[in-house]
């Protein structure tokens, strides 16, 4: 049994609008999730050393954005 060639074309049609819609989806949703997540910024460092009872150089700072961006 074979396919024929509208068969065909109604799977790439459907293929490439699965894609479409999939790619805004994802979009929309990874936009979502960065607003509610934001990246962990400078500030955020040291507040959080500061909460840890440690007053951070600018130095040490730098070395932990560093670090957190080797790790994204």
Do not use: W
């Amino acid at each position: 049994m074979s396919a024929s060639l509208n068969d065909i074309l109604y799977l790439l049609l459907g293929l490439v609008i699965g894609l479409v819609i999939g790619f805004f989806v994802a979009r929309y949703l990874m936009k979502r999730y960065l607003k509610k997540n934001p990246p962990i910024n400078e500030e955020m460092i040291k507040a959080l050393m500061m909460q840890m009872g440690r007053k951070p150089s600018q130095k040490q700072i730098n070395q932990m954005m560093k670090t957190m961006e080797k790790y994204q």
